[in-house]
């Protein structure tokens, strides 16, 4: 059986303001009903998978446990990185992971935030593939191209492997991205595919050949690896921090498969987007007769070619064409489609301004539910938070804010000090300055409230925890 190994990591900002730092476009529902991460899980059906072994940052760890077991997929199942140290590491942390319980499985090496629209084609890609993984091969799947992309790097095929005309080779070179008029020469040649990302190849065999070129990692990985941090929540596997710290920074590309002598790529014709920019989403989205590809309350009149995406507020468009108009809760994006590769300008801006729009969004997503920031004011806040059933707030006391909760529904267990008491639909309770507390929802139904904070100084570091339950801190 093959083991899906799904690269969830990366902060997707060529797509803010729905991608952000803390809530990127892998967990985002951006082409199908469910998240980017959720349809690569689910694209997998009707082949002889695993469950899948996804890798992600350790700040989005709620986020894809909690994605996982919405589709049923979560099973200790996911590998947390400490920090970011490129594709070449992480799959060899998956690759080590996987060796644990004696097995030697095929692992495919899928991104989380790909939209591919054939799965039959996928699928097929993946069957023709495989023997050629068993037999040690390392295979990289070459995307059949529809033009000169100039955003994409390149796989240039060598020597025919297969005698059925399916399209199999050697891979005789990896090219970085090229300028329009190299583009347009590969495309012309016949021998060129877009350079997708996506591998398989035998445990084993991808551990012996990064061993063989870049050691260091290899090192670095089995020593994260072998020597795990505890997991108190029991969804994660985490590895050792300092250990991994020291891992250098590679990709895949470069550590292993451009010095290879074992690598091969196979054709895929599905469908693939990498969904890079609003105008690759505007690409893949159906549109109406004006060629609008629109999600949410929009009104338009004599607009044509535009993306448009709005949260909550109705969004009217008149007399415009080929713009991307983005509306969230606390930010709006308007640029020209043309342009779109320049909202890097704008992330740049947020960042060296210490904006907090680069980084999270005004609903921000927690392991016991969410928090939506109603109203931010310097001594006040009122936020609109949902815990769901079972969840529950860390035991803390504040030093300089008071609370007051106002249930709007469901049930809440409040602890106050040595009480502890239910409140419930049109009910509150007030907890003073410096008093231990906590709130937790032993019901069915989420439980939701208005938290109104109020006091001299109302920072995130003035809660103090005194028992997390889910090793936060």
């Known amino acids: 059986m093959l083991l899906p190994i799904i690269m969830a990591g990366g902060t997707g900002s060529r797509l803010w ?10 967990f985002l529902r951006l082409h199908g009903t469910l998240s980017m991460l959720q349809e690569t899980v689910i694209r997998l059906g009707g082949l002889d998978v695993h469950e899948p072994l996804v890798i992600c940052n350790e700040e989005h760890r709620f986020l894809a446990a909690e994605q996982l077991r919405q589709i049923d997929q979560l099973s200790h199942n996911i590998i947390l990185e400490p920090f970011g140290r490129n594709t070449a590491p992480a799959i060899a942390l998956a690759a080590l992971s996987s060796l644990a319980n004696g097995d030697d499985p095929v692992l495919l090496v899928l991104a989380a935030d790909h939209v591919i629209e054939d799965t039959p084609a996928f699928h097929r890609a993946i069957t023709l593939a495989l023997p050629y993984a068993t037999a040690g091969k390392l295979v990289t799947f070459g995307i059949v191209p529809t033009g000169p992309e100039t955003g994409y790097g390149y796989i240039q095929r060598g020597e025919t492997l297969d005698t059925g005309g399916a399209g199999v080779h050697k891979v005789y070179r990896f090219v970085e991205k090229p300028d329009a008029a ?3 020469g590969y495309i012309s040649s016949g021998e060129y595919y877009w350079n997708s990302g996506m591998f398989m190849f035998q445990a084993t065999e991808y551990l012996k050949e990064l061993g063989k070129f870049r050691p260091d990692i290899l090192a670095a990985c089995e020593k994260a690896i072998e020597t795990p941090e505890p997991d108190v929540e029991q969804d994660f596997i985490r590895v050792q921090k300092a250990a991994f710290l ?26 693939w987007n990498d969904v890079g920019s609003w105008s690759a989403l505007w690409e893949v989205n159906q ?11 929009i009104f338009l009149h004599n607009a044509s070619n535009c993306y448009i995406n709005t ?9 415009v064409d080929n713009l991307v108009i983005v509306n969230t809760k606390d930010a709006v994006l308007v640029i020209d489609k043309s342009q779109v590769q320049d909202v890097k300008k704008v992330v740049e801006y947020l960042k060296n301004n210490t904006r907090s729009e680069f980084r999270r969004h005004r609903e921000s997503y927690r392991p016991w539910g969410r928090c939506d920031v109603v109203v931010n004011e310097a001594r006040f806040n009122v936020n609109r938070i949902t815990v769901k059933p079972g969840g529950m707030f860390s035991l803390q006391i504040h030093h300089h804010r008071a609370e007051h909760w106002v249930v709007l529904s469901g049930t809440g267990r409040v602890t106050l000090e040595d009480k502890s008491y239910l409140i419930t639909e049109n009910q509150s309770t007030f907890i003073p300055i410096g008093l231990v ?3 937790e929802n032993p019901g069915k139904i989420p439980l939701e409230l208005l938290e109104i904070q109020s006091g001299s100084y109302l920072g995130e570091d003035d809660i103090i925890r005194i028992k997390d339950h889910y090793g936060l801190f």
């Open 182 to 184: 190299t583009a347009k």
């Open 311 to 319: 949260d909550e507020k109705l969004v009217a468009a008149v007399g």
């Open 17 to 26: 303001p729905l991608s952000r730092e803390l809530y990127p476009k892998q």
């Open 246 to 271: 020291a891992c250098p920074d590679e990709s895949v590309d470069y550590a292993v498969m451009e010095k290879t002598d074992e690598a091969i790529v196979v054709p895929l014709d599905a469908g």
């Open 287 to 297: 549109k109406d007769e004006n060629h609008n590809a629109l999600t949410g309350d």
């Open 437 to 439: 507390h906590m709130l």
